[in-house]
């Protein structure tokens, strides 16, 4: 499983013991930005077909849900984990994951980020089959769908001979796909055929924010595809200057790749202490600065660096975006703020840059990010090459789901 995506991880090992529940958790602390938490749970179980499983799960935040009280709990060679930061259902008990149901084929634990654009069709289903639904929440919803319709794999009959299985890392799950993990290697047991006329939708805010750099997507390291942003930059939106450099940490990457590409020396201006920016005064003073962030948001943290480095003698300082302006919501299941939220949707780029106090702003455009994405994808042409860019372009994969709050929005 790729690390930035840590609202759900599996683990499994050879050793019966305490080894998955830590590692597990372990996992969990190192999620990505952005995702928030307000709940976790772990499942585990002790393997040959476990009539139940092993669950801790609560509100609030891992070190306190987790106690050693709790680990000791958490007995088992195989578990999946769970940290979430609520989009639509409830934050509450009820919707906390791993869910845990008790099938005709034994007990399932499923873990799932994100949401289903056609839950009211799935949800119809599943109640016009007589099951009740204990929750608003997708998660609950695909539980119990696979409970009525188990892949054939999932639904066959148990093998207690098996020995207890481990697993490495080898690929992303696609969408759609139902994979068995074993000590032998990865097995599709079930993927929904793409129509022909549908590309795959794979988020690019992923890369461009909510990842961590180290996360690999689609076969290629994000920092890599962040550095190409910045290439991208500075072919489309160039100025001159003394030096290029970051906000810290998230434009980093950005940033040595506006470098490279403008001949422009990198130069660190900024240091963080505890959430506070501070000013090298000593890299700054008499310099004019390309200053590179991922992207802006709400537009309210850009403002008050930009004056620090004209107070440490900063004598220009241009903000360049690798990232296109954020202007919808998503119906997918990331958490995005309000229109009224995104500065993106209040001011364009000279307001804007007159409201943060820059000399010049410019965003990456969406065409130059999806370029940037893809330049180095292994599996170029490939139906499975597609992005989704509805927060930035309006434009969604499934079209705009009929839900209530899409209205609020
Ligand atoms: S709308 Fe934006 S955040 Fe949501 S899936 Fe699409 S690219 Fe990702």
């Known amino acids: 499983m790729a690390q930035g995506k840590i609202c759900g991880y599996a683990h499994e090992t050879e050793e019966e013991d305490l080894a998955c529940a830590n590692e597990s958790i372990g996992f969990s602390k190192r999620k990505g930005r952005g995702r928030g938490q307000e709940s976790a749970g772990i499942v585990t179980s002790e393997g040959r077909c476990s009539k139940s499983f092993n669950v801790v799960k ?103 001979s098996r020995e207890a299985e481990g697993w490495v890392y080898v690929r992303e ?13 990865i097995r ?21 924010y909510f990842a961590r750099s180290d996360s690999i997507f689609e076969g290629q390291m994000v920092y890599a595809v962040r550095m190409q942003c910045g290439r991208q930059l500075a072919i489309e939106q160039p100025v001159e200057a ?19 590409q403008s ?7 900024l240091c963080k202490n505890s959430e506070k920016f501070g000013a090298l ?20 943290t850009i403002g008050p660096i930009i004056k620090l480095l004209k107070n440490a003698g900063a004598t220009e300082v241009h903000i360049r975006v690798a990232s296109p302006p ?39 455009s969406i065409e130059g990010l999806i370029k940037a994405v893809r330049s180095d ?15 930035l372009s309006g434009i969604y994969p499934g079209g705009i789901p009929n839900k209530d709050y899409d209205m609020e929005w």
């Open 58 to 160: 609560g509100m609030g935040m891992i070190s306190n849900i987790f106690n050693d009280d709790a680990i000791r709990r958490l007995k088992g060679s195989i578990g999946i984990g769970h940290t979430r930061y609520s989009t639509s259902a409830a934050s509450e008990e009820v919707n906390c994951q791993p869910f845990v149901v008790h099938t005709a084929h034994g007990a399932l634990a499923v873990a799932h980020n994100g949401e289903l654009v056609n839950c009211d069709s799935l949800r119809k289903q599943v109640l016009d089959h007589g099951v009740g639904l204990s929750t608003h929440s997708d998660s609950e919803l695909i539980t119990q769908a696979l409970c009525l319709n188990p892949p054939e794999a999932l639904s066959g009959d148990c093998d207690d």
């Open 173 to 185: 799950v696609f969408p759609g796909e139902i994979i068995e993990m074993t000590r032998h290697g």
């Open 188 to 208: 599709t047991i079930d993927i929904v055929t793409r129509p022909a006329n549908k590309l795959q939708a794979f988020c690019i805010f992923e890369y461009v």
């Open 242 to 260: 003394d030096i290029v450099s970051a906000v810290p940490e998230s434009g980093n990457a950005a940033a040595h790749g506006f470098s490279r």
């Open 263 to 269: 001949g422009i020396s990198f130069a660190e201006v």
């Open 281 to 300: 005064s000593g890299n700054v003073k008499g310099k004019r600065v390309i200053l590179i962030d991922d992207s802006i948001v709400r537009g309210n």
């Open 326 to 364: 954020l202007l919808y919501p998503c119906y997918m299941g990331i958490n995005i703020p309000t229109r009224e939220e995104l500065i993106a949707n209040k001011l364009n780029t000279k307001e804007l840059a007159l409201h943060v106090g820059a000399d010049s702003l410019s965003y990456l």
């Open 377 to 391: 994808l292994k599996t170029k042409n490939s139906h499975r090459v597609g992005h989704c860019t509805a927060c």
